[in-house]
């Protein structure tokens, strides 16, 4: 069974700079929700997609879009980068669907990014 | 607005003793309720979840109470071990969905 992998780890953008993250999914799983950790906080909702479509988004503003692809695998975007962006990035799979674990989910390393 | 919280941002406890972790919230619509572990360079795993209709789940070392009326739960690890030190994360979530609603975790050091 393969974990949810993320890319790149770590990377320093400036500020108005645009970034992509990417996410893989845990095999099996049809759901990936993104999170901003922020230093000394708690993961944070930034949205989620289902079959390819955003299915519930947190309080981020539209520079914060994503995109989920056939195989679930799925990319953040953030535009116009903020020094507040400042953060680490994780991406969680899980699987939506009669019989699941309402709320189970599995978390990648997360992608720190940094912004000048 | 933070609707989960954890107001001891560390906590230190003897090797074999046992480990009492806090967390309150204040959205009365959170109907589920797990705990995350989570190392340096990891994600966050799950450890234990609880649903509003219980009010206490047990898995080996771990056990989850939530108390409803105080908007409270709490996570117990009897007996901890130094693999446990690691920060604990309390979350929530409301009605089916599974986006959840994080604190701000707590760092628990087990001392051997």
């Known amino acids: 069974e393969t974990g949810v992998t993320q890319s790149p780890t770590h990377l320093i953008k400036t500020r108005g700079q645009q970034v992509t993250l990417r996410c893989s999914s845990q095999?099996?799983?049809?759901?990936v929700s993104w999170y901003q950790q922020a230093l000394g906080q708690g993961p944070q909702f930034i949205f989620q997609?289902?079959?390819?479509?955003?299915?519930g988004r947190g309080n981020f503003p539209p520079r914060f879009s994503g995109l989920q692809f056939p195989n679930y695998s799925s990319e953040l975007n953030v535009n116009a980068l903020e020094l507040d962006d400042s953060a680490l990035y994780l991406c969680?799979?899980?699987?939506?669907?009669?019989?699941?674990?309402?709320?189970?989910?599995?978390f990648g390393e997360g992608s720190r990014l940094t912004v000048l | 607005d933070q609707q989960v919280k954890q107001n001891s941002p560390s906590l230190s406890v003897q090797e074999g003793r046992i480990s009492i972790l806090n967390c309150d919230y204040t959205?009365?619509?959170?109907?589920?309720f797990l705990w995350y572990k989570k190392y340096p360079a990891e994600g966050p795993t799950f450890l234990i979840s609880?649903?509003?209709?219980?009010d206490k789940n047990e898995d080996g070392r771990f056990t989850v109470f939530l108390n409803k009326s105080a908007k409270h739960l709490s996570l117990h690890i009897v007996p901890s071990q130094p693999g446990d030190s690691a920060v604990y994360f309390c979350?929530?979530?409301?009605?089916?969905?599974?986006?959840?609603?994080f604190g701000t975790g707590t760092r628990l050091t087990v001392i051997p």
């Open positions: 969680a799979s899980s699987l939506l669907g009669r019989g699941t674990n309402t709320g189970e989910l599995f």
């Open positions: 959205n009365s619509m959170f109907d589920y």
């Open positions: 095999s099996g799983h049809n759901t």
């Open positions: 609880i649903s509003s209709i219980k």
């Open positions: 997609y289902y079959r390819e479509e955003e299915n």
């Open positions: 979350a929530a979530s409301k009605g089916g969905a599974n986006n959840l609603f």
